[in-house]
């Protein structure tokens, strides 16, 4: 199953902070036709750390309004760490807001980052170097559909979310395709929070971290359903 956001009000979080992310992994099925643009940026998912520096965060957005100077109505991924201020990596061939179900996997060794969609690596041409720290440190909760800044949800975005799951490695390219498969992953030790949003329902099978849904959206069917 999978759930459907207005893009004004609706949105899942966590029910506690992401804590510290070394070598990490965050998979997603995406289906949208967004184009409103909120802030200069819709969220696909993101967060950022409340308090002092380091002022880590990172969101994965639809680049609706031309943030950044990037080209609008693509994918974008903005990280910011406290040493070097804003980064942004625009995939500028990638239009994802078609209407159709995209598989999102964005991956991170404790030193590389990488972006897969529908199974494909996408280059990250960040506008200066990228996400430099070992740790991403978040005392926040992750947002989906939307952006978790440091207490304040916002950026709102109209679309369907399903499959969700954190990983607590790096996945490689042959266990990305096996999720898009809906084979499940070798191993489920590697797995930090698991959310199939069978029939709606809300709980972290592995984990414990239940998402809740705030405003109502939708169940609906999804890419595996």
């Not at 009000?9 to 992401?18: E, F, H, K, P």
């Not at 990250?124 to 440190?137: E, K, P, R």
């Not at 990983?167 to 070798?186: F, H, K």
């Amino acid at each position: 199953m999978a759930y459907s956001f207005n893009g004004t009000t609706q949105y899942l979080i966590q029910g506690s902070q992401l804590g510290t992310l070394d070598a990490f992994s965050i998979a997603l099925w995406v289906k949208t036709t967004e184009t409103a643009g909120g802030g200069g940026a819709n969220a696909i998912y993101g967060v950022q750390k409340n308090g002092a520096s380091p002022l880590d965060f990172f969101n994965v957005q639809i680049n609706t309004n031309n943030a950044f100077g990037e080209e609008a109505d693509t994918l974008m991924f903005h990280v910011r760490d406290d040493s070097d201020g804003d980064d942004v990596a625009d995939f500028n061939d990638t239009v994802i807001n078609d209407g159709s179900w995209h598989h999102h996997c964005l991956t991170r060794d404790g030193a590389a980052t990488a972006y897969f969609l529908d199974g494909s690596s996408k280059t990250l041409d960040f506008s200066s170097d990228g996400l430099t720290t070992a740790s991403v440190i978040l005392n926040e909760e992750l947002a989906f559909a939307a952006r978790n800044i440091a207490g304040t949800v916002g950026a709102f975005t109209t679309c369907s979310l399903s499959d969700i799951a954190i990983y607590s490695v790096a996945l490689s390219a042959g266990q990305i395709a096996s999720l898009i498969a809906g084979v499940w992953p070798p191993s489920i030790a590697t797995i930090r929070n698991y959310y199939p949003l069978l029939d709606g329902a809300l709980t972290d099978i592995v984990g414990g971290n239940n998402l809740s849904a705030v405003a109502s959206p939708s169940v609906v069917a999804g890419p595996l359903t």
